[in-house]
């Protein structure tokens, strides 16, 4: 029972960094569309064909996200805004979109 345990566990762990490294691919690909953004104009579009390929469809699932045309509005919008994705990560961009949104909230 133990040795079904622990293989379980080792299992579900590969499978969580699987996930984490499919959602590192689908980063790169959304940074890879902001650049192409910036240099040609074309980087929702590009960030589109990606996600609607056979591939990006893949990569998307095996990172845990179901791809839907809903996903791809998502990328696309996310690419438009022109935030590379190291930064929209970080925490002061985080904290600075809160006190954009309260601002906001208090203006109205």
């Known amino acids: 029972m133990k040795d079904f345990v622990d ?4 299992n579900a762990e590969q499978g969580n960094r ?9 980063l ?11 240099k040609y ?7 589109a064909r990606w996600a609607r390929s056979r591939d990006g469809r ?4 095996c ?9 791809v509005e998502g990328l696309m919008e996310f690419v438009g805004k022109g935030i590379r994705t ?6 002061e961009e985080s904290e600075r979109r809160h006190a954009a949104a309260a601002a906001d909230r208090e203006a109205a």
Do not use: H, M, W, Y
């Open 63 to 71: 990172a845990g996200i179901d791809p839907n045309e809903r996903v």
């Open 18 to 26: 699987a996930r984490k490294l499919f959602a590192a691919v689908v």
């Open 86 to 91: 190291s930064v929209a990560l970080s925490r």
């Open 28 to 38: 790169a690909a959304l940074d890879d569309a902001i650049a192409d953004d910036k």
């Open 41 to 47: 104009g074309n980087g929702p579009e590009q960030i």
């Open 7 to 10: 293989s379980t566990a080792f």
């Open 58 to 61: 893949e990569v998307l699932s």
